[in-house]
C-alpha cells in the first residue's frame, strides 16, 4: 500500500494539519506527501520533517501558485498510478480537489473520514454529526479526505528525502484576490483550546471580549455563523457544519445557542465551558461546565482572573 | 446566459435526526422534508442573474423520488423556468449525480451550473467537483458572491484563511456557501404560477447512466453521547474549574 498525500499550506508554512493527517494516512500504507505551489521549498522542507514521511515530492509551479483545482488535478492524475490511497485534509484545498480527482479516476472519495478501519473502510460523519456512517469500498484506489481534528499529530524529526518533480499543468482559473484575518491566534483546526462567540455580542468591537479573553488562554478563536454573518467575526472563524471543524482539549462557547450545525463542529471537543444567559440552551445541556449570567459580566472577570 | 441549478430534498435542516436502532439508516418515516439549505442560495443566485438581465433561462434540476418535484417547484416558485427530476427510489452516490447531471449538461447546453456546495443529509460536498472533472471545466466552489464580467465569472469564495477572489471563464461550475445570498420565501402567486410552468419527469433509466453505488454502507451509528452537562454556581466557580482545567493541560 502507497499514500500519497497532499501537503495543506499557506504563506510558505506546511498547516498543522499536515502532519496530523500523515499519521492517520500511516495506517493504510508508505505516505509520500505532495507539496505542490509556487516557491514552497521552505514547505517541503517543513514536510520532510514530518515522522513517517517516506518521500516529500516538489511540484513548484506559476500555475500552481493559488492551488487552483484544475491546475491540482492535472498534477495528481498521472501521479496518482503509483499510489493506492490520495488523501488530503478536510479543507479547502482537499475538498475542492479530491472529488474533482475522482470523478476524473471514475471512483468515489470518501469525504470528512473520522476513523479508518482498515484500507478501503473508514468512518465518516453524516447529518452534521447526528449519525456517523460506517463505508466500505471495494474500488482498487482509494480517494479520501481527512479530517485533521480526529487524528493525532506525527511527531517530527524526520528527515526524508526531497524530490521535484516537473510539473507541466495549466488553469483556466485566475486568482484575483485573497482577503485575510490578520492576527497571531494560533490555528484554529488544530488549536488545543478554543474559545467561540455568539451573535449575543451585539458589535464587532464587542466581540474583540472574545479576542481577548482568547489571548489570555493563548487560545484560538472561534464564532457562530450568526456571529459571522452579522460581521462581526471574519468567516474563517466559523466553527461548524460549514465552517471548521475543531477538536480542542478545551472549547469555551460564550453566548452560544449550540445548534445542532454549531454543534457538528465542536462534537471531538474533550471538555466544554459554556456561558449563557439561558440555562435551556443546547450547549448549556451538554457543557462539562456550564455558567448561567450575562456575558458581558462574566468575560471581563475571566480576563482579570486570568491575569492574576 | 443560460443556468442549470441543482437542488437536492433532504431532510429539514431544523430536524434532530435519529439514528435507526437496526443502524440501517436514520429515520425518515413522517419527517419534515425540504429543499437542502445551500441549494437554495444557488437557486437565489440563478433567479439574481436573471433579475439583472445576465441571465435568460433557469432550468431546474433534481434526482430523486417522485416527491422531489416538492423542491424543483419551489426552486420554480424563487423564479426557476423549467424543471426535471430524474426520478429513481433508489440511493444514488454523488459519482452517478455528478454523471446524470453530465447528462443534462448535454442535453441543455447551459453555461453555467449552480449548486449547494453541500447537501446536509450525506454533507458529501463533492457533487460540484465532480461535475466539473467530468466536464473539465473550471470549478469555483464554496461562493460568497459571484459578478458576471464579459464572458466570465468573478466568483469570491470562503476559504480556510478568508476568502479568495477568482475569475473563471463560461460554462463554468459554481457551488453556493451561505453568505451568497438571503433566498427569497416565493410569495402564494409565485408558488401557484409555478405549477404550471413546465416539470419534466424522466426515469433515471433514460440517461443510460450505471448508479450502481460504489460503497458499501455497512452501517449507521448515532454519535458517542455526552455526559449531561454540570452547572456551576458562580463566575468564581467557573474561574476555578477553568485554572483547574489548565493545569490539568500544562501536565500533558
Ligand atoms: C445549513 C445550515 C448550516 C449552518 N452551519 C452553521 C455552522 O457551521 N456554524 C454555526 O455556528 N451555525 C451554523 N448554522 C446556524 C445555526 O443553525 C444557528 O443559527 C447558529 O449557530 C446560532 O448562532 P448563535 O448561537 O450565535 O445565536 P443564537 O442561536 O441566537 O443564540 C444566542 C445565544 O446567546 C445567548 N445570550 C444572549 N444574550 C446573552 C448575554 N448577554 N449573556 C449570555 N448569553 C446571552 C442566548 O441565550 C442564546 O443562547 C447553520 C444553519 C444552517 C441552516
Redesign the interface.
Known amino acids: 500500500m502507497t499514500v500519497l498525500v497532499l501537503a ?1 499550506h ?1 504563506l510558505g508554512h506546511l ?1 498543522p494539519a499536515t502532519a496530523r493527517i500523515v499519521a492517520a494516512a500511516e495506517q493504510l500504507g508508505t505516505v509520500d506527501v505532495l507539496v505542490a505551489g509556487h516557491d514552497v521549498s521552505g514547505v517541503a522542507a517543513e514536510a520532510s520533517e514530518i515522522a513517517g514521511v517516506a518521500r516529500v515530492l516538489v511540484a513548484d509551479s506559476d500555475a500552481l501558485a ?1 492551488l ?3 491546475a491540482l ?1 492535472g498534477l495528481l492524475l498521472p501521479l496518482s498510478e503509483r499510489y493506492t490511497h490520495i488523501v488530503a485534509a478536510a ?3 482537499g ?10 479516476l ?7 473520514v473520522i476513523a479508518i478501519h482498515g484500507p478501503g ?1 473508514f468512518d465518516r ?15 482498487p484506489k482509494q480517494l479520501l479526505t481527512i479530517r485533521a481534528s480526529a487524528f493525532r499529530p506525527a511527531a517530527t524529526g524526520n528527515a526524508a528525502p526531497i524530490e521535484p518533480l516537473l510539473p507541466t499543468v495549466g488553469t ?10 490578520e492576527g497571531d491566534l494560533p490555528d484554529l ?1 488544530t488549536a ?2 478554543v474559545v467561540a462567540g455568539g451573535v449575543s455580542f451585539g458589535s464587532a468591537e464587542k466581540f474583540a471580549l472574545v479576542a481577548d479573553l482568547a489571548k489570555a ?1 493563548g487560545a484560538a478563536v472561534g464564532a457562530t ?1 450568526a456571529a ?2 452579522a460581521g462581526y467575526a ?3 472563524w466559523q466553527v461548524g ?2 465552517g ?1 471543524i475543531v477538536a480542542p ?2 472549547y ?1 462557547g460564550i453566548g452560544v445557542s449550540g445548534a ?2 454549531h454543534l457538528a463542529g465542536i ?1 471531538g471537543a474533550k ?5 449563557n444567559k439561558d ?1 435551556e440552551a443546547p450547549l ?10 450575562d456575558l458581558f ?2 468575560v471581563p ?2 480576563i482579570e ?2 491575569k492574576r | 446566459m443560460k443556468i442549470l441549478v441543482a437542488v437536492k430534498r433532504v ?1 429539514d ?1 431544523a430536524v ?2 435519529r ?1 435507526k436502532p437496526d443502524g440501517s439508516g ?1 429515520e425518515t418515516a413522517n419527517v419534515r422534508m425540504s429543499m437542502n439549505p445551500f441549494d437554495k442560495h444557488a437557486v437565489e443566485a440563478a433567479v439574481q442573474l436573471v433579475e439583472a438581465g445576465a441571465a435568460t433561462e433557469i432550468v431546474v434540476v433534481s434526482i430523486g423520488p417522485k416527491q422531489s418535484t416538492d423542491v424543483i417547484l419551489t426552486a420554480m416558485a424563487m423564479g426557476g423556468h423549467r424543471g426535471i427530476l430524474i426520478e429513481t427510489e433508489a440511493r444514488v ?3 452517478a449525480v ?1 454523471k446524470l447531471l453530465r447528462a443534462v449538461v448535454a442535453e441543455e447546453a447551459p453555461d453555467l451550473v449552480l449548486l449547494g ?2 447537501a ?8 460540484g ?6 466536464l473539465d471545466w ?5 461562493a ?1 458572491e459571484i459578478t458576471v464580467v464579459d464572458g466570465g465569472l ?1 466568483v469570491t ?13 463560461l460554462p463554468a461550475i459554481v457551488t453556493a ?3 451568497l445570498n438571503e433566498p427569497r420565501n416565493a410569495a402564494l402567486p409565485m408558488v401557484m404560477k409555478a405549477r404550471s410552468k413546465p416539470l419534466a419527469v424522466r426515469p433515471v433509466a433514460e440517461f443510460g447512466v450505471d448508479v450502481t ?12 453521547e ?7 454556581g ?2 468564581d ?3 476555578a ?3 483547574g ?2 493545569s490539568e ?1 500544562e501536565a ?1
Not at chain 1, 106 to 112: A, S
Not at chain 1, 271 to 275: G, M, Q, S, T, W
Not at chain 2, 129 to 134: S, T
Not at chain 2, 157 to 168: F, H, K, P, Q, W
Request: net charge negative.
Open positions: 495543506e499557506d498547516s493559488a487552483a483545482p484544475d488535478v479543507a479547502a484545498t475538498r475542492d480537489a479530491i472529488p474533482r480527482l475522482a470523478a476524473k471514475d471512483l468515489m472519495p470518501v469525504t470528512d473502510r460523519p453524516i447529518y452534521a454529526g447526528n449519525a456517523i456512517e460506517t463505508v466500505s469500498s471495494g474500488q483556466v482559473t485566475k486568482f484575483l484576490a485573497d482577503y485575510r484575518t483546526g488545543q483550546i488562554l455563523r459571522v454573518d471574519p468567516n474563517d457544519q460549514t471548521k482539549d478545551l469555551i445542532l450545525q462534537q471538555k466544554i465551558i459554556a456561558i440555562p448549556m445541556k451538554i457543557a462539562d461546565y456550564a455558567l448561567v449570567g459580566e462574566i472577570a475571566l482572573a486570568l | 431532510i435542516h434532530r435526526v439514528v436514520v452516490e454523488t459519482l455528478a456546495k453541500q446536509v443529509d450525506d454533507d458529501s460536498n463533492q457533487v467537483q465532480m461535475l466539473a472533472g467530468l473550471p470549478q469555483a466552489t464554496f460568497s468573478e469564495r470562503e476559504v480556510d484563511y478568508g476568502r479568495a477572489t477568482v475569475s473563471v471563464p456557501d451561505l453568505r453505488p460504489r460503497l458499501t454502507i455497512e452501517k449507521v451509528s448515532p454519535p458517542a455526552r455526559p449531561g452537562g454540570k452547572l456551576v458562580s463566575a466557580e467557573l474561574i474549574a477553568l485554572k482545567e489548565l493541560l500533558l
